[in-house]
C-alpha cells in the first residue's frame, strides 16, 4: 500500500491499474470509480486508517478491453508494471516489494493498440496556443505518425476542431475562458496543462531533439509552442517513447474549403442527425478496402480542397481506375489483403508491438510488391506513377522477414515460436532440448551403451541426482576401469546398481534445464533485431503506406463511379455551378435498395445570369433533398471524387454554409429561432463571393411577417453583399416578388400534381413559382384526424378569402364557426366507373380469360 499511495500521488487525476501478477488491481477511490465505470466487482483488500481499502481488478490478458471502456467514459489511466522478476525481490529479502513503475499514460490522444483504436478514423492529439492574438492549432496522430498544424486566429478554433475531430485537445492552464469553451463545446476531451508546455524557447529545444534541422522548416513562434507542447505531453505520457513522427505538413485555410459544424451536421457528412455513421455522405461513399484508405478519404470528405491543381490529380487517377476496370479490380483484390502495416510501424517504434504486428509489415509489403507488379503493364498518369513507383523498395527488407518469420505468430513476443526453423542453429538446438528432451537423451543412452559394450545400460532421472547412467553390479568393474573410467564419473553404488554421469550428460541436463529460457532469450534477441532493421526503413515504409492509401481512394471512388453511374466534374476557377441531372448520393442509395427511382435535377447557377435561386413548393415536395444534394455534389468534386449527375461543371467553391432543419440549444438557453438567428448571422458575415450557401425556411421560428421580413432582407443581402451561389428555400411566397426585382436571382419551383384533393409529389425542380403550399394535403397523409382536416380547410378557405377581400384578420376569425370535434356526417359519395362495372361481375363465374380480360377493362376506367 505504502508503494502503490507513493506512485499514486504523482498521478492524481488519473486511475493506477497497478500491476499485481496476472492482474491489474486498483484501490481506494480509484477502485471504486473504476468498478461503476467497467461494472464490475468491488471488493476490499486490507485496512487503512483502519477503514477497508476498497479494490477491484482486470485480468491482464483482457485490459485493453477495459482500458477502452475507461477512456470512452473520460478517464486517464496509468499503467504501473511490475519491473523486475519477484524472484529479485526475494534476494532482497522476504519482505522486499517488487519494483514498479508507471510505464505509460494512457489518455484519449495517445492510443496505439488496434483494440483501441478504430481502423477507419485517424486518432488526433491535438493543442491549441494564442501568443499576443496570434492562435496556432497543431495535432498529431501517434499512430502513424502524422504532424500538422496551421495558423488559427479563435473564431476559426471550433470550425477547425468539427474538421479534424480530435480525441483529445492540449491548452494550457493559462488560457482564456473562452477558448476552453470553444474545445469543451466541440464536444472533444479537453486536458489542461501546465503553461509551462507552451514554453515556445523549451519548445525549440524539444523540436530539435525531435526534429533535426527542423529550423529550416521556418515555424512561427505560436507553431513552435504548440508542436512543442504536443512533443513534450508525448515524452511525458509515453515515458521517452516518441512514435516516429513526420515532418509537421502545415495547412492553409485557403487551401481547403471552409465548412462551419453546423454544416457538417446538418450535411450529414460523417454522422446523421440521429448520431449514427450507417446513412451518412461518408458511409455511403467509402468503398476502401483497407484501413489507411478509410482514414484518407474520411480526411477528404472533412477537408475538400479548392486548389484546382490538387483537386485535378486526384481525379486524374480516379480517371484512370474508371476507365480500367479489369486493371481496377485486380487492384482492390490485392488492396483487401492489406493490413494497417502504417500504424504496426509505430507500434514497433513505441516499444509496443509484438511478432504479428511484424508479419503485418511483411504482408503489406508482399502486397505491395504485387501491385507494383500489377501496375508494370499501365500506362499510368504522373499521380499514379509516383504512388506505385513507391511500392517497389522493399524487397530485401521483405526476404528479410521471410526468411526470418514462421508462418503463424503469436500475439506476444514472450510466448516464442514466431522464428522460423533454421533460421539460427543455436536456437533449433533449444526448441528441441525444450520440446524433444526424451529423445535426446534416449539417444545418448544407445551412444553410451554402445561405447560401453552393455546392452542393459539406461540413464535415468531423479530429483536428487537429475539424470544419471545405471548399470547393474554386474558390470561395475569393467565401468570403473580404464578406458570407460575415463569417460563415466561414478556418482552412487547401489546394492544391485552402479550409477555414472558424464560431462556431456551433465551439460545436456542443464541445456534441457535451461532450454526454454534460451530458446526464449533468443528469440527476444531476433525480435529486437528485426524490429530496429525494419525501423532502419521507417521514412520509407510510411510512405508506402500512404501511397497505398491513395492507390485504395482512387480505385474505391472509380468503382463508386463505375457502380452508380457517377460523372467526372469540370473544374473551373469561375463561379459558374452547371448541374445537370444531379442525385443525392445518399437518398438514391436508399431508394436503389427498394426497387426506387431517384428523381434526378438540375442547377445552374452563374454570376452573369442567376446566381441564387428561390425554391418554393409544398412540404414534403423534395426542397431540402435539392438543397443538399447541390451541396454534397460540391464537396465530392473538390474531394476528388466523380459525382452523381448527368454532367457537372463547378467553379471552385470556398466556403460551404447550410442553415437546414429545426433544433434548439436548451444547454445554452437558446430557442429554436435564436438558434436559427445565430448560425444565419454566421452567414451573412462569413460567407464571400466563391460561397455556396444553402438555406431553408429562414424566418419560419417567429411571426409570420417578422419571418418574411427577416427571410426578405437576408435574401437581398446574400444577393447584394455577400453575392455568392446560393440556393434559398421558403414557404414564403411573397418572397418570389423580391427574386423577380434582383438582378441575379430566379425562381424555381418544386413541381406537384393535385388530383381529388390529394397531392402527389413530382420531386422536379423547374423554373417558376408556387401558388401555395398544399399544408392541408401534407397533413392528411401524416394522418390527421378527418376533423382536424376538415376544419383547417374551412379556417384556411375564410383566411384565403379574408385576404382576397381584404377583410380584417380579427373579423375573419370572429366569423368561423366553432371547431367541433365530432366528425361531420361523411357526404354521399357517387361510384366510379370502375365500382359499377365490378357490381356487374360475379367472380365465380368467371374463367382466367375473362378474369384477365376484365382486369384490362378496369385499367381502362380508371
Not at 491489474?24 to 486490507?46: M, N, P, Q
Not at 505518425?145 to 480525441?167: K, S, V
Not at 522464428?419 to 536456437?427: E, I, N, S, T
Not at 473551373?572 to 434526378?600: K, M, N, S, Y
Request: proline share 4%; glycine share 6%.
Amino acid at each position: 500500500m505504502a508503494q502503490f499511495l507513493e506512485i499514486k500521488a504523482e498521478y492524481p487525476t488519473a486511475l493506477l491499474f497497478y500491476r499485481m501478477g496476472d492482474f491489474y488491481e486498483l484501490f481506494f477511490d480509484d477502485a471504486v470509480a473504476a468498478a461503476e465505470a467497467l461494472d464490475i466487482a468491488l471488493t476490499k483488500r486490507g485496512k487503512h486508517d483502519g477503514a477497508d481499502i476498497p479494490m477491484c481488478g482486470v485480468p491482464v490478458h483482457s485490459a485493453e478491453g477495459y482500458l477502452l471502456t475507461l477512456i470512452r467514459k473520460g478517464f486517464r489511466v496509468a499503467v504501473c508494471e511490475q519491473l523486475e522478476d519477484p524472484k529479485e525481490a526475494k534476494k532482497r529479502g522476504s519482505k522486499s516489494v517488487v519494483k514498479r513503475g508507471v510505464v505509460r499514460l494512457v489518455t484519449p490522444g495517445t492510443l496505439t493498440e488496434d483494440a483501441l483504436l478504430t481502423p477507419s478514423q485517424s486518432n488526433f492529439l491535438a493543442a491549441y496556443t494564442l501568443i499576443r492574438d496570434e492562435g496556432c492549432l497543431a495535432w498529431i496522430d501517434i499512430s502513424t505518425g502524422d504532424a500538422f498544424h496551421m495558423a488559427c486566429p479563435p473564431i476559426r478554433l471550433g470550425p477547425e476542431l468539427a474538421r479534424l475531430n480530435p480525441a483529445e485537445v492540449l491548452v494550457s492552464d493559462t488560457a482564456p475562458p473562452h477558448i476552453a469553451a470553444t474545445v469543451s463545446a466541440s464536444g472533444t476531451a479537453k486536458t489542461e496543462v501546465f503553461h509551462d508546455l507552451f514554453d515556445s524557447e523549451k519548445a525549440s529545444n524539444r523540436l530539435e531533439k525531435v526534429y533535426p534541422g527542423w529550423e529550416s522548416i521556418s515555424l512561427d513562434r505560436p507553431s513552435v509552442s504548440a508542436l512543442g507542447a504536443l512533443v513534450e505531453y508525448l515524452l511525458q505520457t509515453q515515458k521517452g517513447q516518441l512514435p516516429i513522427l513526420r515532418l509537421p505538413t502545415q495547412h492553409h485555410t485557403d487551401a481547403f474549403v471552409s465548412i462551419d459544424a453546423t454544416t457538417r451536421k446538418s450535411l450529414e457528412l460523417t454522422h446523421t442527425l440521429s448520431g449514427s455513421r450507417k446513412g451518412s455522405l461518408l458511409t455511403t461513399v467509402d468503398q476502401t478496402v483497407t484501413a489507411a484508405g478509410a482514414r484518407l478519404i474520411l480526411q477528404r470528405l472533412t477537408t475538400p480542397s479548392q486548389q484546382k491543381s490538387v483537386v485535378m490529380v486526384r481525379q486524374s487517377r480516379v480517371q484512370h481506375f474508371f476507365e480500367n476496370a479489369g486493371f481496377r479490380d485486380a487492384a482492390r483484390k490485392l488492396l483487401r489483403s492489406v493490413p494497417d502495416f502504417e500504424r504496426a510501424l509505430n507500434r514497433l517504434a513505441m516499444g509496443r508491438s509484438g511478432p504479428r504486428d511484424l508479419g503485418t509489415i511483411r504482408t503489406g509489403l508482399q502486397q505491395a510488391g504485387d501491385l507494383f507488379e500489377l501496375a508494370k503493364d499501365q500506362e499510368l498518369p504522373k499521380s499514379l506513377q509516383q504512388a506505385f513507383g513507391t511500392l517497389d523498395q522493399f524487397r530485401d527488407l521483405e526476404s528479410v522477414l521471410n526468411t526470418v518469420l514462421a508462418a503463424d505468430l503469436p500475439l506476444l513476443a514472450r510466448d516464442g515460436g514466431f522464428v522460423a526453423q533454421g533460421h539460427r542453429a543455436d536456437l533449433d538446438e533449444q526448441r528441441q532440448l525444450r520440446d524433444d528432451g526424451r529423445s535426446v537423451i534416449a539417444k545418448m543412452q544407445s551412444d553410451y551403451a554402445s561405447l560401453s559394450g552393455i546392452a542393459s545400460l539406461k540413464v535415468k532421472h531423479n530429483n536428487v541426482l537429475g539424470y544419471f547412467i545405471e548399470t547393474t553390479a554386474l558390470h561395475a568393474e569393467k565401468m570403473l576401469a580404464p578406458p570407460l573410467s575415463d569417460t563415466f564419473i561414478h556418482r552412487q553404488t547401489t546394492a544391485n546398481q552402479v550409477r555414472f554421469t558424464t560431462v556431456a550428460l551433465s551439460d545436456m541436463e542443464t541445456k534441457i534445464l535451461n532450454a526454454a529460457g534460451q530458446a526464449q532469450a533468443i528469440e527476444l534477441d531476433v525480435f529486437a533485431d528485426l524490429c530496429a532493421t525494419v525501423l532502419e526503413h521507417a521514412g520509407p515504409l510510411q510512405t508506402c503506406a500512404r501511397a497505398l492509401a491513395e492507390i485504395d481512394v482512387a480505385a474505391a471512388w472509380a468503382h463508386q463511379a463505375a457502380t452508380h453511374d457517377w460523372v467526372a466534374p469540370v473544374i473551373t476557377q469561375t463561379r459558374e455551378f452547371h448541374i445537370t441531372g444531379g442525385r443525392h448520393p445518399v437518398v438514391e442509395q436508399v431508394l436503389r435498395a427498394d426497387a426506387a427511382q431517384f428523381v434526378a435535377n438540375d442547377c445552374q447557377m452563374d454570376p452573369d445570369a442567376t446566381s441564387i435561386w428561390l425554391i418554393t413548393g409544398p412540404n414534403m415536395a423534395g426542397k431540402s433533398t435539392y438543397l443538399r444534394q447541390n451541396a454534397l455534389i460540391a464537396i465530392l468534386a473538390q474531394a476528388g471524387s466523380f459525382v452523381p449527375a448527368t454532367s457537372a461543371t463547378i467553379g471552385l467553391v470556398s466556403q460551404i454554409f447550410s442553415r437546414v432543419g429545426a433544433s434548439d440549444d436548451l444547454a445554452s438557453g437558446q430557442s429554436t429561432f435564436m438558434v436559427e438567428m445565430v448560425e444565419t448571422a454566421a452567414i451573412l458575415n462569413n460567407a464571400d463571393d466563391r460561397a455556396l450557401v444553402i438555406l431553408d425556411e429562414i424566418g419560419r421560428g417567429t411571426s409570420t411577417y417578422d419571418g418574411l421580413s427577416i427571410a426578405w432582407a437576408t435574401l437581398e443581402h446574400l444577393h447584394d453583399v455577400n453575392k455568392c451561389r446560393a440556393l434559398f428555400a421558403t414557404h414564403y411566397h411573397e418572397m418570389t416578388q423580391v427574386s423577380d426585382q434582383l438582378d441575379h436571382a430566379g425562381n424555381a419551383t418544386v413541381m406537384v400534381k393535385e388530383h381529388d384533393g390529394d397531392v402527389v409529389f413530382l420531386h422536379e425542380v423547374r423554373p417558376g413559382k408556387a401558388d401555395r403550399s398544399y399544408g392541408v394535403q401534407v397533413a392528411k397523409l401524416a394522418g390527421l384526424p378527418k376533423a382536424v382536416l376538415d376544419r383547417a380547410k374551412v379556417v384556411l378557405d375564410a383566411l384565403e378569402k379574408g385576404e382576397r377581400e381584404g377583410g380584417g384578420q380579427k373579423a375573419i376569425i370572429d366569423d368561423l364557426p366553432l371547431f367541433s370535434a365530432v366528425a361531420p356526417a361523411p357526404a354521399p359519395s357517387k361510384d366510379s366507373a370502375v365500382e359499377d362495372k365490378l357490381k356487374t361481375v360475379n367472380p365465380d363465374e368467371l374463367t382466367a380469360k375473362q378474369a384477365l380480360d376484365l382486369i384490362y377493362t378496369l385499367k381502362a376506367l380508371s
